[in-house]
């Protein structure tokens, strides 16, 4: 079975570009979730979607951030505009009923 | 006080040893709790759920203190392939079931 897919799975992007990463959830899944991952600062929550709605942003870091599902099985994190503290690896992972959750392999963005 | 919080270590332990994991979390109202495990530049992967009784899964068995506010990880005859990091994940608000929040890691080395 397929599993998240995330997509770019690398990134390096100039500073000031827009950046999209893109997921496709585990079919049948009703949660999905966006989180970032630092040394510095671990796993970090940025936002979830239950039923293609967002519940909770509260983790996102400011407005150059935003997020949409528009379908049960695409889901994008943008940045815009990028900075070289974005610099992470950011996972997409789903969940059915909000508990055991699957993440994708990460995509890796470099901000330069 | 951050919401989830473990010891980072490194634990660096010897093949066949026993090794144990704490981590606390803040919310006394939080009811599902989970290990999972990091490969490095991998994605976190379920490694267990953390049930009130306790529970094991071969070597690995996972404890819950809810007076405490606090779940192990007891890890026995440690092998190589165990080196990794341990990360807790705390639902820190029942009534929004989607919102798991993880703990930095824990990093185990397991030396020959």
């Known amino acids: 079975d397929a599993g998240v897919i995330q997509s770019p799975r690398h990134e390096v992007t100039e500073m000031g570009q827009e950046v999209t990463l893109r997921c496709k959830p585990i079919?049948?899944?009703?949660?999905l979730f966006w989180y970032r991952q630092t040394m510095m600062r671990g796993l970090e929550l940025l936002i979830y979607f239950n039923n293609n709605v967002p519940i909770d942003d509260s983790g996102m870091p400011e407005d150059r951030f935003s997020a949409k599902m528009p379908n049960a099985s695409f889901s994008t994190l943008k940045i815009q505009p990028s900075e070289p503290r974005d610099s992470a690896v950011y996972f997409c992972?789903?969940?059915?009923?909000?508990?055991?959750?699957?993440f994708g392999e990460g995509s890796w963005l470099t901000v330069v | 006080r951050k919401e989830v919080e473990q010891d980072p270590g490194p634990f660096n332990v010897p093949e066949g040893a026993t090794v144990a994991f704490n981590c606390t979390y803040s919310n006394s109202a939080s009811q599902s709790f989970f290990w999972y495990r990091q490969d490095c530049r991998k994605e976190p992967k379920l490694l267990m759920s953390?049930?009130?009784s306790g529970n094991e899964d071969g070597r690995f068995t996972a404890q819950l203190n809810r007076a405490s506010q606090y779940i192990s990880l007891l890890i026995r005859d440690s092998k190589l392939s165990d080196s990794a990091t341990y990360l807790c994940?705390?639902?820190?608000?029942?009534?929004?079931?989607?919102?798991?929040?993880f703990g930095q890691g824990t990093t185990l080395q397991v030396k020959p």
């Open positions: 953390v049930y009130s």
């Open positions: 992972a789903s969940s059915f009923t909000g508990n055991t959750i699957y």
């Open positions: 079919s049948g899944h009703d949660y």
């Open positions: 994940v705390v639902n820190s608000n029942p009534s929004n079931t989607g919102k798991l929040i």
